[in-house]
């Protein structure tokens, strides 16, 4: 018996000094979409929607920063403010969205999720959400020996009304392979009709962003794998593309983009916020200096309606209503958007986000005007599906390179 647990330990011992160290892995990614339809249209009203939701969603995680921080992240005209947290909660959230898998629990259990850098907080479907989760995985914190309730609940809300509420439990958690041990999670016991299984596809969201804009006042699950060491580089990338889209974790997939990165510090350590140089539209610079949020959970461009309307009238494109613009399918201009001192351009097909109308030769700009959000753009996949991007929690920095 002796001998054989010594030779164990031996042989444990040696496998130790063997096995190469934690190598980052990508999570391959699928995108699901309800914004447009099979033949290519977009509905302006599902745009706006959207718009609407985004707001939502930043503000909710400004108001956790304000609660956590005692100070503010970003202040968008009051007026707007409550006009925007109190939207109609009828309207679709048509939200384009990247998922992922990840594992959670011992022993381990594969869930999908959301994967959004605008937000920190992890939920799961739990054992009494019925069913609102119905279609959904669930996650059932008795079946899990690592698991631990915190004694607190919680309620999360990302859209008009999209939203979870339930219980925070902490248990170990798996990213990419990479292990996380009491992770903060929520565990819904409600699900909002936006987030059942014919709605949204993933069976729980990931947030990526900083403790400082968590609900629960936890850190994300990468932030906790890099305070625990246990990624090879405090450093998470996406692809975000048509296909081949992936989330890299523990450092930057050196096959997917063309060195070198063009790295801005962030600055406000809540969402993935960053300083941009300019914005411009066929040569045209509109947008001198501006103030951006990096969200793979919004999926298209916003800015201030001002700012958007300047940028559309370069190209006579006509407003639709709500800051959504259309223009002649064949004639996409060439948009750019400077970072740290390079220009990154949209391309046409990024930047035409569907038909729209009867004619056939009518299609709507992936840019739109925001209200709610003060004077801060939103670069989300619109802009991403043009880039590699690199999120240094290390250095509190963000990269963009050239895709391969
Ligand atoms: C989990 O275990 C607790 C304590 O034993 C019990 O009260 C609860 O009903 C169980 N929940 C489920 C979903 O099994
Ligand atoms: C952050 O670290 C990266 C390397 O991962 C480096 O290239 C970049 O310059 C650093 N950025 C800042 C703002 O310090
Ligand atoms: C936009 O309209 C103005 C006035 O009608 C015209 O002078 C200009 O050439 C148009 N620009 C484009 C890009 O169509
Ligand atoms: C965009 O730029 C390309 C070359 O860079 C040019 O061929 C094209 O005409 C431009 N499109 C517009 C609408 O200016």
């Known amino acids: 018996m002796r001998a054989l647990s010594v030779s164990l330990t031996a042989a444990l011992q040696a496998l130790a000094i063997t096995l190469p160290q934690p190598q980052p892995l990508s999570i391959p990614l699928t995108k699901r979409s309800s914004l447009r339809t099979d033949d ?12 609407s939701s985004t707001e939502t969603k930043l503000l909710r995680g400004a108001a956790a920063f304000e609660r956590n921080t005692g100070v503010a ?43 959004d850098t605008g937000s920190t907080d992890f939920f799961l479907p739990g054992p009494s959400c019925g069913e609102a989760c119905s ?22 809300e990302y859209s008009d009304g999209s939203m979870a509420t339930g219980d925070l439990y902490t248990d170990t958690v798996l990213l990419a392979g990479f292990k996380a041990s009491a992770q903060t999670l929520g565990v819904a016991s409600l699900y909002s009709y936006e987030l059942s299984s014919e709605n949204f596809g ?20 990468f932030q906790t794998l890099v305070s625990q060491g246990a990624v090879p580089e405090p450093v998470f990338a996406f692809k975000l593309a048509s296909s081949g889209s992936e989330l890299y974790i523990g450092g930057v997939n050196s ?38 949020i990096v969200d793979t959970g919004t999926t298209l461009i916003l800015g201030d309606t001002s700012y958007v309307s300047q940028l559309y009238a370069v190209i006579n494109a006509t407003e639709v209503g709500g800051g959504v613009y259309s ?22 097909e990024t930047f035409n986000f569907g038909k729209y109308g009867s004619s056939g030769n009518t299609c709507l700009g992936g840019i739109a005007g925001s209200d709610g959000l003060g004077d801060l753009w939103i670069l989300g996949d619109v802009f991403l599906r043009n880039v590699y991007t690199a999120f240094n929690v290390g250095n509190f920095s963000v990269g963009f390179a050239d895709l391969a």
């Open 40 to 51: 290519g249209y977009v509905d302006p009203a599902s745009i706006r929607a959207h718009i």
């Open 73 to 115: 992240l970003f202040s968008p005209s009051p007026a707007k403010r409550a006009e925007v947290l109190g939207s109609d909660p009828l309207v679709d959230d048509s939200n384009e969205r990247w998922y992922g898998k990840i594992e959670v629990g011992t022993p381990p259990y594969t869930f999908t999720i959301d994967c």
């Open 135 to 156: 279609g959904h995985e669930i996650y059932n914190p008795n079946s899990s020996s690592s698991a631990e309730p915190l004694g607190r609940t919680f309620t999360v």
């Open 202 to 221: 993933a069976d729980g969201l990931m947030g990526m962003a900083f403790e400082s804009v968590s609900e629960y006042g936890a850190n994300s699950v």
């Open 255 to 292: 096959a997917l983009y063309y060195a070198p990165f063009t790295y801005l510090p962030i600055t406000q350590q809540g969402y993935w916020q960053v300083a941009g140089d300019a914005i411009g539209i066929d040569g045209k610079e509109i947008v001198n200096g501006f103030s951006a």
């Open 327 to 348: 223009l002649p399918c064949d004639a996409m201009p060439n948009v750019t958007i400077t970072l740290g001192g390079k220009s990154f351009a949209l391309s046409a």
